[in-house]
């Protein structure tokens, strides 16, 4: 992929584009905001690797400026700061991921390869079945034109079912969508989010629009 590093500590920076080059990786490393936004007038990246404490433009404000451009690639932020609001925040910027400072470089590459599964645009903009809109960005589903909104990982599952809309998606696809650096497979992490998404998007409406497919997977019927 085509990676562009945003940190301003030239020793982490120098760190992160050497492991990046070693995992095959085509990478650009500048030290500011306003950099990374006038990178993306010269090239087209897949991921960005954004660090929050930027001098003068901090990387909040760089994710949004780079949302409101229309970008889709990958956004991983990068912080010292492991503050749940610090971490809503950035999410509600436009990141897709966040990652908490001190971590391993394997980490890191487990994420970056979780990235490149994804695909070119992450996970797009919108998905249209039906009543339903899906915006994967903003974290929101339209059903009827009533707002719904999501968690990140509500929004990952609800966007492989989407894609596949009335056709059986394997509960093991969508594990490895919506929990890319890994979850237990024999748990029931998935079967418990299905049921929040269910009291969100299903129940207040009197449907039935996420079928259970027993021992294969789940199913979104378009309404």
């Known amino acids: 992929m085509r990676v562009l590093v945003t940190e301003d500590d030239a020793r982490m920076a120098s760190l ?3 492991a990046l080059l070693e995992a095959d990786h085509e990478v650009r490393v500048v030290g500011s905001g306003e950099r990374a936004i006038d990178a993306l007038d010269d090239d087209a990246y897949d991921l960005v690797l954004l660090d929050v404490m930027l001098p003068r433009l901090d990387g909040f404000a760089t994710c ?3 949302r409101e451009r229309g970008e889709t690639m990958g956004i991983l932020m990068l912080t010292a700061r492991d503050d749940v609001e610090d971490r809503v925040r950035g999410l509600d910027a436009g990141a897709d991921d966040y990652l908490c400072k001190p971590f391993s470089l394997q980490e890191l590459l487990a994420r970056v390869r979780a990235f490149e599964r994804r695909g070119p645009g992450g996970f797009g903009p919108r998905i249209v079945v039906g009543e339903l809109v899906l915006d994967a960005d903003a974290l929101i589903l339209w059903r009827d034109g009533t707002k719904i909104e999501l968690t990140r990982r509500e929004c990952a599952v609800l966007d492989a079912l989407m894609r596949d ?3 059986i998606v394997r509960r093991e696809r969508i594990i490895a969508h919506a929990w890319p650096d890994g979850a237990d497979h024999r748990s029931n992490v998935l079967e418990v989010l299905i049921r929040r998404i269910r009291d969100k998007i299903d129940r207040p409406f009197g449907t039935e629009t996420i ?6 997977g789940y199913r979104i019927n378009p309404p």
């Open 165 to 167: 809309a009335g056709r």
């Open 64 to 66: 949004r400026r780079m």
């Open 16 to 18: 992160l584009g050497q």
């Open 211 to 216: 079928q259970t497919v027993r021992g294969l």
